[in-house]
């Protein structure tokens, strides 16, 4: 697995949101690092190139290496004025193979407790999150957490084919089980979507969790005409193993449509999209209330 990393100093750590997480409700994103060390095969992050923040040893190497933001901590402390709503991270997941190693997450959590936002969420995959379990209980007590917890599939042999370097299935959901058993907030989002069974998947997703469901198909280009879209490398991993269909619109639709049955037949709210994600956004009261309307 590439763990490889480098530190660099930052000008700023805070973006002001733009696209699709300003229509799910954030005011800031948060990146501590350029560049990903799972390197999934359908990462869109490459895709987006300079308009990601990213410099051509990024895009041309994706997954080879990654840059730390050193002094994201202390400027993370000197940016929030209380009222911000941050996602971290729409580039890169905060809990990626090499923050192992680099450990940037730990300061970066230290300095929310202690200058805290109005909400904080994070999306990852990565069971080291577990590593830094009394800071987000900590921070929980401070502010709005939330974990969004990507799980792309049911079949472990397919998350093998699309993102080798990321834990196993299994892991994952024990992962989401923990957090939540602990008194963390967490999603399970299922995005993207992978070829799965979509009943089976959302099954253990409402048995792992007790929130809405999150999830959002791959992103293809005649559906999304601009910006990021779905990496070349997992459309030729799906047609080498004849899963074109899922990055067909109408058969994308088609899954979705059976996993909303599949969740609303088990009592719980279902989406895609920046409506989905806009659970992750929401101050604790309207959530409340919005999923006393909806029976998250």
Same mark, same amino acid.
């Given at each position: ?120 969420? /994070? ?27 990507? /799980? ?60 809405? /469901? ?83």
């Amino acid at each position: 697995m590439p763990t490889a990393f480098h530190f660099a100093k930052a000008r700023s750590i805070l973006s002001v949101t733009r696209g699709f997480i300003a229509q799910a409700g954030f005011t800031h994103s948060l990146t501590p690092a350029r560049n990903c060390t799972y390197g999934c095969s359908y990462c869109y992050v490459p895709t987006l190139g300079f308009y990601g923040g990213l410099k051509p040893a990024d895009w041309q190497h994706w997954g080879e290496f990654t840059t730390f933001k050193s002094n994201a901590a202390p400027l993370l402390f000197n940016a929030i004025r209380g009222s911000e709503v941050i996602y971290c991270s729409p580039l890169v997941d905060p809990y990626q193979p090499a923050e192992k190693e680099g450990c940037l997450m730990p300061g970066i959590l230290d300095a929310l407790a202690q200058n805290p936002p109005s909400v904080f969420a /994070i999306q990852t995959r990565g069971p080291l999150i577990l590593r830094d379990m009394r800071r987000l209980q900590n921070l929980a007590k401070r502010t709005t957490l939330r974990v969004s917890f990507s /799980i792309t599939t049911n079949r472990d042999h397919i998350r093998r084919k699309y993102e080798p370097h990321c834990a196993t299935i299994e892991e994952r959901f024990d992962t989401v089980r923990q957090l939540r058993l602990a008194g963390i907030e967490t999603f399970a989002t299922l995005a993207p979507l992978l070829p799965c069974d979509p009943e089976l998947l959302i099954q253990t997703a409402v048995a792992a969790t007790e929130t809405g /469901i999150i999830a959002d198909p791959l992103h293809i280009r005649d559906a999304k005409k601009h910006g990021a879209t779905t990496r070349a490398t997992a459309l030729r991993i799906s047609e080498r193993h004849g899963f074109l269909e899922w990055h067909d619109a109408k058969f994308q639709a088609g899954i979705v449509e059976r996993m909303r049955i599949a969740a609303e037949d088990a009592g719980r709210y279902f989406a895609i999209g920046a409506k989905a994600f806009s659970l992750l956004s929401q101050r604790k009261e309207t959530q409340e209330t919005t999923c006393n309307l909806r029976n998250c």
